[in-house]
C-alpha cells in the first residue's frame, strides 16, 4: 500500500466513525484539541497525514484501538463486547433521533425501579375471567 491509498483508506475509517457518532465535521473537531474542522476534512479526504496525537485522541475519544484505525485489520470495538451487545448498538445506530431519546428514557426508567420492592409486595387476587358467558360487542 502506498503513502496515498494508506491515507484515504485512514480518512475513509476516520469519516465512517465520525458518521456512525452522528457528529459533524465541527462537532468532531471540539472534542479533539489538536485537530480543526478544516484540517479534520483534509485527513477524511485523504489529503493530509494525521499526528500521532490525532490517531491517539480519536481512538481513545470512538474507542476504538489504534491498530484497527491505521490499518483497518484488528476490530474497531472493544474486545469486552459480546454479539448481543454489537447488536444492542447496531439496532440503537438504526434508529431516529426521537427514538433514541424514547429508548434513553425508558432505560433510565428501567434502572432507577428497584424491582426488589416490587418482588416483596403480595400479588392482588381477581376473579378470572368467564370467556364463555362474555359477550363482546363489535359495535363498541
Known amino acids: 500500500m502506498n503513502a496515498e491509498s494508506f491515507k484515504k483508506a485512514l480518512g475513509t475509517r476516520i469519516k465512517q466513525l465520525r458518521k456512525n457518532g452522528k457528529l459533524s465535521l465541527a462537532d468532531l473537531s471540539r472534542h479533539l484539541p489538536s485537530i480543526s474542522r478544516a484540517n479534520l476534512g483534509r485527513i477524511e479526504n485523504g489529503e493530509?497525514?494525521?499526528?500521532?496525537?490525532?490517531?491517539?485522541?480519536?481512538?481513545?475519544?470512538?474507542?476504538?484501538?489504534?491498530?484497527?484505525?491505521?490499518?483497518?485489520?484488528?476490530?474497531?470495538?472493544?474486545?469486552?463486547?459480546?454479539?448481543?451487545?454489537?447488536?444492542?448498538?447496531?439496532?440503537?445506530?438504526?434508529?431516529?433521533?426521537?427514538?433514541?431519546?424514547?429508548?434513553?428514557?425508558?432505560?433510565?426508567?428501567?434502572?432507577?425501579?428497584?424491582y426488589s420492592k416490587l418482588a416483596k409486595q403480595p400479588l392482588h387476587k381477581s376473579k378470572p375471567i368467564d370467556l364463555e358467558s362474555t359477550h363482546f360487542n363489535e359495535a363498541e
Do not use: C, K
Open 48 to 114: 493530509v497525514m494525521p499526528s500521532a496525537i490525532f490517531i491517539y485522541e480519536i481512538s481513545s475519544f470512538f474507542n476504538v484501538s489504534a491498530d484497527w484505525l491505521l490499518t483497518g485489520n484488528t476490530p474497531a470495538l472493544p474486545i469486552y463486547l459480546n454479539a448481543e451487545h454489537e447488536r444492542l448498538i447496531e439496532m440503537f445506530n438504526l434508529m431516529n433521533g426521537t427514538e433514541q431519546q424514547i429508548l434513553m428514557a425508558n432505560a433510565a426508567f428501567l434502572l432507577s425501579t428497584d
